[in-house]
């Protein structure tokens, strides 16, 4: 994900069983540069706000901390100058083979 310094971004973790049903697991979110960007993370755990910082990289973690092992998903956050050009790739949803 990329954004611009002044901006911030809503992300969403969607969790599911091996059948496809949404589950309520509590998720912990942690990001691994603060100061690249800072988290908001909502009472019921399933969205947090990254908001932006001083331009760089960092690694936003979502973890489901009650399993064993605990499962995780990540996300790059790329923030670059305001008024700087955005490039975006957006995977779509993955499929069984």
Same mark, same amino acid.
């Given at each position: 994900m990329q954004m611009n310094?002044?901006?911030?971004v809503?992300?969403?973790c969607d969790?599911?069983?091996?059948?496809?049903? !949404?589950?309520v697991e509590t998720i912990d979110w942690s990001?691994?540069?603060a100061d690249v960007a800072t988290l908001q993370v909502s009472e019921d755990t399933r969205t947090c706000t990254v908001v932006s910082g001083a331009p760089g990289s960092?690694?936003?973690t979502a973890t489901i901390t009650s399993? !064993?092992?605990p499962l995780s998903a990540t996300l790059a956050v790329d923030v670059v100058p305001a008024g700087t050009a955005t490039i975006e790739l957006v995977p779509g949803e993955p499929m069984d083979e």
């Open positions: 310094t002044g901006q911030k809503t992300v969403t969790t599911e069983d091996a059948a496809g049903y !949404d589950t990001l691994d540069n960092a690694v936003l399993m !064993d092992p």
